[in-house]
């Protein structure tokens, strides 16, 4: 068997609480470059706490946190960025910066706050914007933009970074049903380029038609983690959501999920 050489982002046995509420109790989860994994989990479970772990947001109080198995902890900040980026739900921003400006802050992990950008970083936004189809917008104000233009600029920020693990909480949030789907074959592209993608998202369908694996949260661990099909199952739905679901693959072979209730309407 050969060893698998991709770089790597592993978060081992992770255990971290608030207060006395433990949120993640023994949480285990690997990123590889070039794959999609969609993270799903009810309200709660602990998604956003188990990204920030793995960002070296929050330190967990047990296990640990590797980068290409080196403890995460002994990078130094810049370093964690230049690997790993965080594309956050898309938000309003407290200024009415451009759209390359906001990509431009991506920049700061290659070359410093106070260095004014150079050809490099200019380079780097430029192609960064190209890659999401979103040139035309470089000189839009982001306040001004769509909510699906928005985290498009955000992905762009993060590629820009020169990132290759990208961290995504829940991006198809709030975007309409053509751009969830321009999201949807924007992270295939990105995985086929070799990025490793960790995706949360509320929606199961969308899991099935990108992700090359998908793990769930619940009771603070990863209690299943793989290929869509095999873990996207009408009693996992049920337990996790409360729905009562009936599945059907489509013609592609593509797993489909059908609420009972509306299916039996
Ligand atoms: N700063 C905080 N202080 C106290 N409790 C917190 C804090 N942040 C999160 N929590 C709690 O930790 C638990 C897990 O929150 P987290 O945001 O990680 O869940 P999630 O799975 O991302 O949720 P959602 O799907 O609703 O976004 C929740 O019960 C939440 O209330």
Known sequence: MTRDSRRRLEGRDLFFSRGERPILSGASLTLRE?????LLGANGAGKSTLFRL????????????????????????RETARSIAYVPQSHAAPFPYRVR??????????????RPPG???????????????ITHLADRCYTEISGGERQLTLIARALAQGARMLIMDEPMTG????????????????AR????????????????????RVAI????????DGPAPEVVTSAMIERIYGVR????????GVRRLFPASHASA
Do not use: W
């Open 119 to 133: 050809r490099e970083d200019r380079q780097a936004v430029g192609a960064a914007l190209e890659k999401l189809g």
């Open 193 to 212: 380029d070799g990025c490793g993608i960790l995706v949360s998202t509320h929606n199961p369908e969308h899991a099935l038609l990108v992700a090359d």
């Open 34 to 38: 070039g794959e999609i994994i969609a």
């Open 217 to 224: 949260l619940e009771s603070g661990r990863i209690t299943a």
């Open 101 to 114: 400006d906001v990509a431009a802050l991506g920049r700061i992990a290659q070359s410093g706050l106070l």
């Open 54 to 77: 793995l960002l070296g947001f929050l330190k967990p109080e047990r296990g640990a946190v590797e980068l290409d198995g080196r403890k995460l902890a002994s990078y130094s900040r």
């Open 175 to 190: 975007l309409d049903y053509g751009y969830q789907h321009k999201m949807l074959a924007q992270l295939s592209a990105l």
């Open 245 to 252: 679901v009936e599945t059907v693959n489509d013609e592609r």
